[in-house]
């Protein structure tokens, strides 16, 4: 079955097909000859997962489903949030993201945080669904490990003594906030979703 991930992040785009296995053909953005920046202003995440999925689809007519996610911390009323990407500033860095992030919790002992990720799957049929994964965890003193992107080095699955930087991959992917999504996901389109293809 062929489907389009909307997402221009290659990290993200390995790991989904990891995922996904074989039975899917996945297409990355750059696949459907779409090369610039999806629209991400609605301000929430279900609600930019939703908008980028509605983009695509508008723009290039594939069945593609869209992710947004965030990290979210107790301490900080849930900051970094819908703002995760550029919590440092629009460079997008994950090393300043990472140490402003360690900043704002000099001192503080509530480290409590999670990972969330929202899936939105548009169709043919203009019908517009949505996934959600949560990870608990909390967030460490300082970065550990060298494996992933993003928030990695300094997120401590809930029950682990490894942060998600010292994971493997295909271990992150047995618990992370996006495989839970993409799991629901895919037992939706195992179920429900009838391609017509040979998926
Ligand atoms: P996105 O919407 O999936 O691109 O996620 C927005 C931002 O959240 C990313 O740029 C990362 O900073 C952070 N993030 C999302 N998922 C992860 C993850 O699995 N590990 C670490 N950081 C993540």
């Known amino acids: 079955m062929e489907l389009c991930f909307a997402t221009h992040n290659l990290n993200k785009l390995e790991e989904v097909k990891k995922i996904l296995g074989s039975s899917y053909n996945l297409q990355g953005l750059a696949e459907i000859g779409c090369t610039e920046e999806l629209p991400e202003t609605t301000g929430t ?5 939703r908008q980028k999925a509605e983009y695509v ?4 007519g594939a069945a593609c489903f869209a992710d947004d996610s965030g990290l979210e911390v107790e301490a900080l009323q849930g900051a970094p949030g ?3 990407a550029f919590y440092a ?3 997008k860095s994950y090393q300043d993201n990472v140490a402003l ?7 503080v002992t509530n480290r409590s945080a999670r990972f969330i990720t929202i899936i939105t799957f548009i169709t043919e049929a203009r019908k517009v669904w949505q996934f959600e994964g949560i990870l608990k965890g909390e967030i460490t003193d300082s970065p550990r490990g060298v ?11 809930a029950g682990s003594a490894r942060t998600l930087a010292e994971m493997e991959l295909t271990e992150k992917n047995t618990i992370s906030h996006r495989a839970k999504a993409m799991e629901l996901f895919l037992s939706f389109l195992d179920k429900e979703y009838d391609s017509g293809s040979n998926g």
């Not at 992030?101 to 001192?107: A, E, F, V």
Request: proline residues 9%; charged residues 10%.
């Open 89 to 91: 500033g629009p460079q």
């Open 147 to 157: 494996k992933g992107f993003g928030y990695d080095p300094v997120f401590l699955p």
């Open 101 to 107: 992030l360690l900043h704002n919790l000099t001192g």
């Open 45 to 49: 995440i279900a609600g930019n997962s």
């Open 82 to 84: 819908v703002d995760s």
């Open 57 to 60: 689809f508008a723009k290039y």
